[in-house]
Protein backbone atom coordinates (compact mmCIF):
# COMPACT_ATOMS: atom_id res chain seq x y z
CA UNK A 1 0.00 0.00 0.00
CA UNK A 2 1.58 3.59 -1.45
CA UNK A 3 0.21 6.61 0.41
CA UNK A 4 1.18 10.49 -0.62
CA UNK A 5 3.92 10.25 2.08
CA UNK A 6 5.93 7.11 0.92
CA UNK A 7 5.78 8.65 -3.04
CA UNK A 8 7.21 12.13 -1.11
CA UNK A 9 10.02 9.68 0.40
CA UNK A 10 10.76 7.41 -2.60
CA UNK A 11 11.32 10.93 -4.65
CA UNK A 12 13.54 12.32 -2.08
CA UNK A 13 15.27 8.81 -1.60
CA UNK A 14 15.93 8.76 -5.15
CA UNK A 15 16.94 12.08 -5.29
CA UNK A 16 19.72 11.82 -3.03
CA UNK A 17 21.01 8.15 -3.79
CA UNK A 18 20.26 8.03 -7.43
CA UNK A 19 18.84 4.38 -6.57
CA UNK A 20 15.17 3.14 -7.55
CA UNK A 21 13.38 0.76 -4.88
CA UNK A 22 13.13 -2.43 -6.29
CA UNK A 23 9.26 -3.24 -6.79
CA UNK A 24 7.61 -5.94 -4.97
CA UNK A 25 7.68 -8.35 -7.92
CA UNK A 26 11.42 -7.91 -7.86
CA UNK A 27 12.02 -8.24 -4.26
CA UNK A 28 13.37 -11.55 -2.11
CA UNK A 29 10.78 -10.73 0.70
CA UNK A 30 8.72 -12.86 1.13
CA UNK A 31 5.73 -11.58 2.84
CA UNK A 32 4.58 -13.52 6.23
CA UNK A 33 1.10 -13.74 6.82
CA UNK A 34 0.15 -16.96 8.87
CA UNK A 35 1.22 -18.55 11.71
CA UNK A 36 2.10 -21.61 9.81
CA UNK A 37 4.44 -19.08 7.77
CA UNK A 38 6.07 -18.33 11.26
CA UNK A 39 6.13 -21.89 11.83
CA UNK A 40 7.86 -22.98 8.66
CA UNK A 41 10.65 -19.88 9.04
CA UNK A 42 11.53 -21.33 12.96
CA UNK A 43 11.63 -25.27 11.34
CA UNK A 44 13.66 -23.36 8.32
CA UNK A 45 16.37 -21.67 10.28
CA UNK A 46 17.55 -25.27 11.61
CA UNK A 47 18.77 -25.56 8.28
CA UNK A 48 20.21 -22.51 6.79
CA UNK A 49 19.68 -18.97 8.26
CA UNK A 50 16.55 -16.74 8.08
CA UNK A 51 16.38 -12.84 8.18
CA UNK A 52 12.92 -11.69 9.59
CA UNK A 53 12.20 -7.78 8.74
CA UNK A 54 9.28 -6.32 10.51
CA UNK A 55 7.97 -3.41 8.62
CA UNK A 56 5.73 -0.27 8.91
CA UNK A 57 4.73 0.99 5.53
CA UNK A 58 3.20 4.15 6.84
CA UNK A 59 7.17 5.08 9.05
CA UNK A 60 9.50 6.84 7.03
CA UNK A 61 12.40 5.23 9.43
CA UNK A 62 10.99 1.87 8.33
CA UNK A 63 10.64 2.72 4.62
CA UNK A 64 14.76 4.17 4.70
CA UNK A 65 15.32 1.10 6.54
CA UNK A 66 13.81 -1.41 4.09
CA UNK A 67 15.46 0.44 1.08
CA UNK A 68 19.03 -0.05 2.82
CA UNK A 69 18.39 -3.76 3.20
CA UNK A 70 17.29 -4.03 -0.31
CA UNK A 71 21.22 -4.07 -0.84
CA UNK A 72 22.93 -6.76 -3.39
CA UNK A 73 25.57 -8.50 -1.27
CA UNK A 74 23.07 -9.35 1.50
CA UNK A 75 19.97 -9.94 -1.07
CA UNK A 76 22.05 -12.23 -3.21
CA UNK A 77 23.01 -14.54 -0.61
CA UNK A 78 21.72 -17.78 -1.56
CA UNK A 79 21.57 -19.42 1.74
CA UNK A 80 19.55 -17.28 3.11
CA UNK A 81 15.74 -16.90 3.11
CA UNK A 82 14.28 -13.42 3.91
CA UNK A 83 10.71 -12.11 5.10
CA UNK A 84 8.73 -9.31 5.80
CA UNK A 85 5.73 -8.79 8.29
CA UNK A 86 4.05 -5.99 8.00
CA UNK A 87 2.94 -4.99 10.91
CA UNK A 88 0.17 -2.56 9.92
CA UNK A 89 -1.77 -5.42 7.90
CA UNK A 90 -0.52 -8.35 9.57
CA UNK A 91 -0.79 -6.87 13.26
CA UNK A 92 -1.58 -10.38 14.78
CA UNK A 93 1.01 -12.22 12.80
CA UNK A 94 3.59 -9.55 14.16
CA UNK A 95 2.69 -9.81 17.71
CA UNK A 96 2.52 -13.53 17.08
CA UNK A 97 6.23 -13.45 16.18
CA UNK A 98 7.18 -11.42 18.59
CA UNK A 99 5.85 -13.28 21.69
CA UNK A 100 7.56 -16.82 19.71
CA UNK A 101 11.10 -15.16 19.60
CA UNK A 102 10.71 -13.85 22.59
CA UNK A 103 11.84 -10.32 21.65
CA UNK A 104 9.81 -7.17 22.64
CA UNK A 105 7.62 -5.77 19.58
CA UNK A 106 9.62 -2.75 18.00
CA UNK A 107 9.16 -1.54 14.24
CA UNK A 108 11.42 -1.31 12.16
CA UNK A 109 12.91 -4.26 13.53
CA UNK A 110 15.03 -7.17 11.92
CA UNK A 111 16.44 -10.65 13.39
CA UNK A 112 18.50 -12.98 11.93
CA UNK A 113 17.68 -16.89 13.14
CA UNK A 114 19.74 -19.11 12.93
CA UNK A 115 19.06 -23.42 14.61
CA UNK A 116 15.66 -22.73 15.80
CA UNK A 117 16.44 -19.17 17.50
CA UNK A 118 17.39 -15.37 17.37
CA UNK A 119 20.70 -15.10 16.89
CA UNK A 120 20.95 -11.10 16.33
CA UNK A 121 18.19 -8.70 16.42
CA UNK A 122 18.21 -4.46 16.22
CA UNK A 123 15.61 -1.76 15.35
CA UNK A 124 15.17 1.74 13.91
CA UNK A 125 18.06 2.96 12.85
CA UNK A 126 20.45 0.21 13.64
CA UNK A 127 18.41 -2.12 10.75
CA UNK A 128 20.89 -1.54 8.03
CA UNK A 129 21.82 -4.72 5.24
CA UNK A 130 25.61 -3.68 7.30
CA UNK A 131 24.47 -4.48 10.75
CA UNK A 132 22.90 -7.39 9.19
CA UNK A 133 25.97 -9.20 6.93
CA UNK A 134 28.04 -8.84 10.55
CA UNK A 135 25.68 -10.90 12.22
CA UNK A 136 25.25 -13.33 9.51
Not at 3 to 32: C, D, I, Q, R, Y
Not at 48 to 59: A, E, F, G, L
Not at 116 to 121: K, S
Request: glycine share 4%; charged share 25%; with cysteine.
Amino acid sequence: MKNSTMGFLEKLANAFTGVEAPSEEESVWNHVSSEEEIDKILRSSNERKQIVYKHSPSCGVSYFALRNLNDQELLGNPEIDFHLIDVISERAISKSFAERVNVRHESPQIFVLNKGGVIWHDSHNSVTAKNVLSHI
